[in-house]
């Protein structure tokens, strides 16, 4: 079992950054994947980024250029800095981890105010 907690959700305005992180804990040796998906109210949950063991990034086409996926792997942590912020980002992102499946964080919210 992987156990995920996330963090550096808030409110900011458009235009604005912010960086969230989420821990992993438990079976990490099995985690391939690491990425990052967000809900807005009313939508489907999306990819956002995604990050493999290796490293290798990619990310939602209207993101790229703006938000920046990393991992460290010796902090058992992914990190998602958003920057150049619009109010269309405005979500619940959640961290993901997928081993033979997919496991969730709880999820942070995102508001971003025009």
């Known amino acids: 079992q992987v156990q995920l907690v996330e963090s550096g959700g808030g409110l900011v305005q458009a235009g604005g950054s912010l960086r969230l992180s989420c821990a992993a804990s438990?079976?990490?040796?099995?985690?391939?994947?690491m990425g990052w998906y967000r809900q807005a109210p009313g939508k489907q949950r999306e990819l956002v980024a995604r990050?493999?063991?290796?490293?290798?990034?990619n990310y939602a086409d209207s993101v790229k250029g703006r938000f920046t996926i990393s991992r460290d792997n010796a902090k058992n942590t992914v990190y998602l800095q958003m920057n150049s912020l619009k109010p269309e980002d405005t979500a619940v992102y959640y961290c993901?981890?997928?081993?033979?499946?997919?496991?969730w964080g709880q999820g942070t919210q995102v508001t971003v105010s025009s």
């Open positions: 993901n981890a997928y081993t033979s499946r997919d496991h």
């Open positions: 438990g079976s990490i040796f099995s985690i391939n994947a």
């Open positions: 990050i493999t063991s290796g490293g290798s990034p």
